[in-house]
């Protein structure tokens, strides 16, 4: 036989408080775990930036000195690295902010998932922004009229003609 003071698992005493929230780890450190997470966000972005603004340059550069190694097609469209780029930095904050709610940090979550929301909307305004664009129009050509003075005059020697 049993003592009826002991405590077996499953008791109704022992299920009462294992239901009871827990304090979130940390205490105070929670808001400042948050804090210090999105100023890392805002460093990384920044470097992101940073990477995909001399990309661009370099590409533009070496474009205008015939450095690329394939010819360029005639419509180039809409470069999507950008998009994808942020895209996979909102979606890397999504999971710390999935994590960090799982784990009971609930400021630091929270705050991770303002972010992740501000992120996916600006990839979304930018993809559907880029994918509206349409190719811009061919330059008209202006064939300039025949010189009408016989050919000695300025405006001859300025149409070319």
Known sequence: M???????PGRPDERAASRQPSSAPG???DPVMGVLLVV?????GALLVLWLAVRGLTRSREA???????PP??????DWTPVVVAGV????VACVAVGLLRGG???????QVVVAVALGV????SAVQGSGREAPEPAPTWNSPPCRSGGDSDECARSGG
């Open 122 to 125: 600006a990839v979304l305004a």
């Open 64 to 70: 205008t000195e015939g450095k690329v190694s394939a």
């Open 27 to 29: 205490g105070c450190a």
């Open 105 to 111: 940090w609930y400021w630091s979550g929270g705050m």
């Open 40 to 44: 890392a966000e805002a460093a990384a």
């Open 89 to 92: 930095l909102a979606l890397l």
């Open 2 to 8: 049993t003592h009826s003071g002991s405590r077996l």
């Open 73 to 78: 097609p005639a419509d180039p469209g809409t």
